[in-house]
Structures are given as structure tokens and as C-alpha cells.
């Protein structure tokens, strides 16, 4: 692997400069509280300022270091109380206001009041724009109805437990509090029976803006039963097309509020904020349509993700797995799993069948292996071959099947990004994501940029495996193009088949690939079938990879013959300490070469598909495969071992796609490459 340490440590150096220059000018920022009231106390370590704007008290509480865009959290009701969020944006830099219209029941007076005290803070205190609004319950009124009159204000909505239907709660049946809703609205109860004051039924512009919404509810709710209230909500929302996620607490009454862990709403919230936003590069193309709909209205779903290290460790494939079921709390999720480390697009081609679409009907693919293909060293060629294995084998599988493509970043990637060069890799997946539709999301380029912009350092991201603050911006970046790609989508809709091009970008890509059992090959001399195949020595091994049968060979001289059917043919092995040179054959050609010891084999088994032969006709062919006298200095010994054959095997018709498609970009900047040089079939 390569790794350029100055530019990165060049990068590092940048970065900590931009952060004391941007500490300073934040200090001067936050001044200006100060200067407009008297320091009346701290909350949780933090200056706090208490005032009254318009005969109500209000609260402002200013973290030790602003975030950049002063983002702000605004309560209208309980201060203090069940603080949890509260605390945890304070010290990632949120100011903290409160201002009370606890008992305006969210009145045409409390929205007219609030919209005044919004402006005195952006105004005076220089406060963002776009401010996150946090109702915990009678503050849902206030909250909901002030931004459907403000949508151009709010940048999301966090809402616990809330009260969005006033038949509800307070209800008649409360009798004080009731009148004291009537005599705030200036009604009378005759009166109720026309009323539009509901946040149930105020929906339709923020739901419009696209206002991202979560809301934390107890299922067990019996002061604010979640099923009048927030249920209805959500369930109204989507059909509008609006963003909603809902945590829902098993047996929860309508107290305790919040949540012992608030970092699935912080998180929430974070990545909505502007200053986040501007960061994110994804391509929308296509639909996903189909996954939405079968989530939300059959109920029951699956989910797959194929990829290498990245995708296989713990981090933002666990995020979008609670994510997902936050935005749909009733679907009963089957999660395919099928990340192994090291592996790329050409092994990912032939893993597909075996490791996904056996499992039964995916909706939803996540696709990744920028990485993998670049370090180790695919051609463009192949690059293109294997991707396009992926995704057309995926979708001629089950037509309906959406699609996400992912690039994520390692160190050879970001001196490039900071010469506002795009990797090569990046450009033939993305070739691939075009051809087909397939909306695609560029976190190699998200990170990059955050890093010039000294947001944070390569060793604070965590690396080419980042760490879980890492993983949280890919999965924010996944949950932008969710709330782009399903805005304005209807549950009720149709789920329709995705039109697969005619011919493929190459003739020779992988599409169809699959694996051949070790049991059909004829074992002449030397190979054996090792049914429980794990060497004892202190190298890596791979899950999936060790303790698994396996053809093994050691001895110069080792042969056996394999008849297949298809355009190609390979192995799917692991090149360990002892890695051999094998020679082979294929219908009598003469003998090649292939060495298969790896840069990483001194250490580790790692799984690798080579392929033998790419472009044969269709019909049936034999090969021969031998260990060769030859050896690798570096190798300990001539050894193979092979999990599994690949080929492709015959091809499938597609449907033309029509001409007319949807297809657009966001925060996409047109890089210089390097010249590449493809022949397409």
C-alpha cells in the first residue's frame, strides 16, 4: 500500500493552523451575548444568561467553544428538563435557549411571540439562520406550528413524547387545562369542532420544505398515547413526502423523556445543521422508490451489504441498520451482512450469488470497494468489469432492487482530493453508477474537504478503518440521500422494475458470475480436498476463509483438470505465507504463468480472485492447472489453496432502458484526472 506521509502531514499542519484562527474568531462571536446581558449563572460548566424578551422568560446557555454557523437548540417548554441532548450539542458547540410559551398551547400569540424572539437572536446575537426546534411534550404544539409558518427557519425538528393533537391531550376530560386552552385560542368548546390549530393537521409545509423530524415516544405513552399523537404524525408526514424517524421506547410511559444515550438524536441532529450540509457530494440518479415503499407498506424488508473491511467492521452499516429502523419502526428487517476484508469488485462479482441472492429478495444493495480496487492494484479495465458484475447481476436477479454506490477515502486518496483530482477508481465505478442509475455517494471527497478545512485530522477520522467518529459521516451521507431521494415519495405508490440497459459498458464484465464446487474438479496428482482447511501458523485469516473446505495443493507438479461452461474462468483463493506460481491452461493453449504471492502475504491469507481467462465464447472448455518448479523469493513454499472456481456463465436478456430518466447532481465539483486509456467491448 502506498502512503504519501508529507502531503498528509502537510494537511495535518494546515488544518491545526485553521483551527486557532477560527478559535479566535469565535471568541469574538460569542462575546456578543455577554455584551447584551449579565452572566446570572452556569449549566453543566457553561455560562448561562437569563432575561425576559416580551414579558417571558428566556435563557441562553454558551458552550466554551461555538460551533462554526453558531448553531443553536430552542425550547419553548420544561428548561432543564430531561436535558440529556441538551448537554451533549452544548459541548459539541450548540447554544442552548429557552424561551417560555409553555401554556400558549402553540397559539397564534406563541408563534407571533416566538418569531420575534427568533429574530432578536439571529439579529443580536448572531445566531444561524436555521435553528433546530426541540418540543418535549405540550412544547410538540409550539414547535409543530411555528415551523409550518416558519419553514425557511428550521433546519430539523426534535420532538419528545409531543402533544400534536389537542383532543388528545389535553382533552376535554381535563377540564382546567382545557379552558385554558379555549381561552388562549379565543374559542369556545362549541367552537373546537372546526378547529385547524393541530399540528396533525398542519403537516403539509413542512413536509413540503423537507424538514427533517425525529421523535423520541414511549409505546406505553398513557398522558400523551403515542398512537393519537406521534403516530399520526409519521404516518401523515410520509405520505407527504416529509423525513421522519421515530424512537420508540418498549413499555415507556410518557415519563422518563429522552434517552439514556442521546447520541441517535444528536447525531440526527448534527448532520442536519447548514454548516454540515455544504460538505456532502452525492449523485442522485434513478429511484429509490421501490425500497421505500416495500419498507413502509409490506412491512417486511431485506437489506444487503457487499463490500470489504470497511463495510465488515462495526461502524456505519450497524448506523444505517438503526437508522433504517427508526425511519420504520414497524418493518421487521432481515440485515445480509457480506463485507470481507480485502476483497474488491472482481471476488464481489462472484460472492454476490452465494453470499446475497441466495439469501432471497434484497430491496436495498450497498455497494463499495473504491479502496480495495485501487490498493490492490485492478486495472481500470477490471475495475469497470467488476462493478458493473455487481450491479448488472444484482438487478437482472430481481429488477426491482435498489442500489446505493459508496467511495469511501484512504491515504492515497487525499493528497488527490486536496489537488481537487478525482481517483481513477472513483471515475470507473462511477461510470459504472451512471450506465445504470445507480445513485452514488462520494465520501472520499466529503472527507477530504473536511479535513482541508480543518474540521478534523486524518488520525482524529480514524484512518482508512475509522474510527466509530469517522463512521458517523458516512452514515450521515447515506441518510441525506435517503431524505433527498424519498422527498416526495408516497407510500401508496406503485413498486415498479428498474430498466436495465441493453448492452452492457463491457461485454466481458463479470455479470453472472458464480461459483463452481470444488467437487467437480478431477483431482490428477498432488491436490486434495481438505474438508476443514486451517494452517497452523500465526498468519491472518479471513472470515470465511479458514475453517472451510479448500483444494490444496504444495508440491511442484501438483495438476488437476477442471470442465466448465462460460465467457470465463478463475480462482478464488488465499495467497498466504507459502504462496505458489501456478500454470495453467485452458483448451490446450500453451501453459501461463501466474504468480500468486501478494505484498500482503508474508503475514496474512488474504482472498483473492484471480482470474485466468476474461474473453472465451460461450461453450464449453476445459482447463488445467498446475504448481509450478518455479518460486516466488519471497515465498516460504509453492503452495495453493483454493475455496473456490469462478466463472461467468451464460448471459440473460435486459430490458432497454427509456429515454427518458431522472438524473442530477449535489455538491459535485468536476475534477482533473489522470489520463486513462479503456477499450471497451
Known sequence: MYVCFSNVNFINTMIIMKKIIYLVLLALITGLVAQAHEKTGEWNGCDRYDFTFKDRQATIVVPKKAAKGNPWIWRPAFFDAFPSVDKALLEKGFHIVYYDVTHLYGSPRAVSLGTEFYENMTDLYNLSEKVTLEGFSRGGLFVFNWAAQNTEKVACIYVDAPVCDVFSWPGRKNTALWNDLLKEWNLTDAGMEHFKGNPIDNLAPIAAAGIPIISVCGDSDQTVPYKENMDVVRSRYLAAGGPVEVILKKGCDHHP????????????????????????????????????????????????????????????????????????????????????????????????????????????????????????????????????????????????????????????????????????????????????LIPSINLCQEIGERMQNGEFTWDEFGGTHPKPFGHKFYAAAIGHLFDEMWKGVSPEGTIAAHDIPAKPLDAYSYYNGDFIALEKAHLNKGWKLVDNWHPDNKAGKRNGFVDVPMLEATRPGDRLTLDFRGKAIGIFCVSGPSAGILEYSVDSAPFKELDTFTEWSHNLYIPWVYMLETELKDTDHKLVLRISKKKNPASQGTECQIRNFVQIKILHSAKRRPSSYISFRKGLSYYHNSNISIEYQ
Open 257 to 436: 423523556h429522552s434517552l439514556d444515550n442521546p447520541e441517535p438524536v444528536v447525531d440526527f441532529i448534527l448532520r442536519q445543521q447548514p454548516e454540515y450540509e455544504k460538505y456532502i457530494h452525492y449523485n442522485v440518479r434513478g429511484s429509490l422508490q421501490n425500497s421505500f415503499r416495500k419498507f413502509e407498506k409490506e412491512r417486511r424488508a431485506r437489506v444487503a451489504f457487499l463490500g470489504g473491511s470497511i463495510t465488515e467492521m462495526d461502524g456505519w452499516r450497524n448506523m444505517i441498520e438503526r437508522q433504517l429502523q427508526q425511519r420504520f419502526p414497524y418493518t421487521q428487517f432481515e440485515w445480509v451482512e457480506a463485507g470481507i476484508g480485502s476483497t474488491g469488485t472482481t471476488p464481489g462479482s462472484f460472492r454476490l450469488q452465494h453470499d446475497i441472492l441466495t439469501k432471497g429478495k434484497v430491496d436495498l444493495l450497498f455497494v463499495e470497494a473504491a479502496v480495495n480496487d485501487d490498493t490492490n492494484g485492478f486495472s481500470a479495465l477490471e475495475q469497470i468489469r467488476g462493478m458493473e458484475g455487481e450491479v448488472r447481476h444484482a438487478l437482472e436477479s430481481n429488477p426491482e432492487m435498489d442500489i446505493v454506490m459508496l467511495h469511501f477515502i484512504y491515504d492515497p486518496f487525499i493528497p488527490m482530493i486536496a489537488r481537487r483530482q478525482m481517483p481513477d477508481v472513483i471515475l470507473n465505478h462511477e461510470r459504472v453508477a451512471n450506465h445504470y
